[in-house]
């Protein structure tokens, strides 16, 4: 800190200020207009995108009034992680378990609520990891620094509860507090087996349940219980919400390992180099033999990583079929996932339209390219 | 992380969880329960302390059980914190505003809440201050890393918020969440005007208002309120809290510059060499000479410092008297508050004693020498 902020508060910030902050607003207003993803036949987010993009308009009304600050920075930083864009997937469930129970007026700010408590943990996990890119655009890290990174995450986690306090429902405050805390455990849990190779993919899940899945379950719950829904509507959602979390986030570690990661807009092999482990690796872990074993312990361990060794990972891993097996664990999940919607739909009343969409959109977890 | 989690998952951490975390519990349970301050005749906090001690020994036991998580890190992490020690100022007005308006079953679970927010953001400070001692002993970053602190530091805030929930206050959830965004703010304000030399003084109190003061209007005020306090008693005990809490601020900021330093258990002109603007430098700067301004801006803007250079700011501040009227801007803080804590005196059924003992915090906050 002390030798960035010297040119920090000048040169820095006046540069950012003047080239990024302009055209926040507008590119978060025109986020989630078009629809984000079209294969053919592929298993899509369209339908729910589609059906939910009036109300996604107005969330993003809501993001881009609630990230106001009289410190500039804030808005700025913030929107430049916002305005990056991603699927918006946390809140689009949010809107959808609302819906999904009559609708509420709740539902706008409870969504914006969950999609400023992603941001804040994406701000914080880029300044852990010491991402430089996310979704192909430089990480707020890397161009305000850790120190700002920290804080605005701290600022948009605190503007979430202020937003849920708003909603007037104590179950839903300490539904998504909950969620909070165990996405930190999660993380921390992810932290401390860093390095560890012969970790059990039960701890692998583990993790991936609190940090990754139990938002998903909650958005959508949340949803569904500011409108007013039975429990055991609330709890299906809330299930159906963890299993396409599990789905999208083993997705996301096999798809670090595929060829076509450079699609992501992430750094290709990202996992690999910060030693994080998950499922592909641990499968070809635990069939591999003893060289095979000893290189997960020279990279994944001691960190000590050659040229040449992440094509080396990738063909163990191809060796093992470990990244297809660790798809189809993603794939059991998403069934799950659309099997708990198919439930839910027999004993509902909501717009059929709307059910389907959702259970694309579990398909689309354990399917996505992107 | 790449470097460190290597090392870390193996000998660190195991190292760590043997030597530290056995003690952890009981230095917790221990807190407060001695009289923390006694100089013959300076006012004290130990009225209070006194006053409170029951009470506070049940807010010593909740820090201990709330902060369990089944990641271990989490506990051992807060626990070094929390049981390194400090005032316990903010639970204490959070205690003593519950009781000011008849007590509350929910005044223990509040005052945790309460703590944990403040523990959060140390904890993140120190990451953003890249600190290494605090209250004499090592930080939590320098023992454990930068990533853990951020992460057990939103673990902390997240917990907060369930604990909150469970007082079934959305009123004081907002009153809370609002202080936490704005907390943000004002650390965020401060990072935006590091090394800026020439910062108006209105700036600074905007900033510490906002990073420090507002906690303390928000944990009396928060404790008044769960109580059921009438609404203008609930706004009055947030003007003490605000009054006070800038008054312990700018001590402090005084007191980083005051040959006394040493005694505070923090590493000795810190603000200085984190280029961090406060209220001596600001009047000192406001009536130097050149070459005066210019070693300021040498030092705090471009973070150029030699050897003696604390020595020569120090004198600086010395040659317009900036330590003592900053001093004497903390007692008129101080001050106010103490008239406010007398007028809600004049129309309280409340014990004599708390009164009084509110009173003497007040006057502490600037004249303490720690």
Known sequence: MRVLLAGYAADRYIWQHRYIAKTIEQKVLQMNKAPTIAHDNAPSLTPLVTLLADDM???????VAR????????????????????????????????????????AIGLATAVEFIHSATLLHDDVIDESKLRRGHDTANALWGN??????????????????VETDSLSVLGRLSNASARITEGEIKQMTIAGVADTPAADYFDVIRNKTAILFAAAIAAGAEVAGADKAVIEATHDYGLQLGMAFQIMDDAMDYSQ??????KNSGDDFLD????????????????????????????????????????????RHNAIERSIAEAVTYASAAEATMQRIAEQSKADPALLEALCEAARFAAHRQT
Chains 1, 2 share one sequence.
């Open 57 to 63: 308009e107005q969330v993003n009304a809501q993001i």
């Open 260 to 265: 076509s990661s450079a699609a992501m807009g």
């Open 275 to 318: 030693q994080k482990i998950t499922l592909p690796m641990i499968l070809a872990y635990g069939d591999g033999d003893e060289a095979e074993r000893n290189f997960w312990h020279k990279t994944m361990r001691d960190g000590d990583f050659a040229d040449g060794d992440f094509d080396k990972a990738h063909s163990i891993l191809q």
């Open 147 to 164: 120190d700002a990174s920290v804080l605005v995450g701290d600022f948009l986690f605190a503007r979430a509860f202020e937003l849920m």
């Open 67 to 106: 990230m106001a600050s009289d410190v500039p920075l804030v808005p700025e930083l913030a929107g430049h992680l916002i305005a990056a864009g991603g699927k918006r997937l946390r809140p689009l469930l949010t809107l959808a378990g609302a819906r999904l129970a009559g609708g509420s007026p709740h």
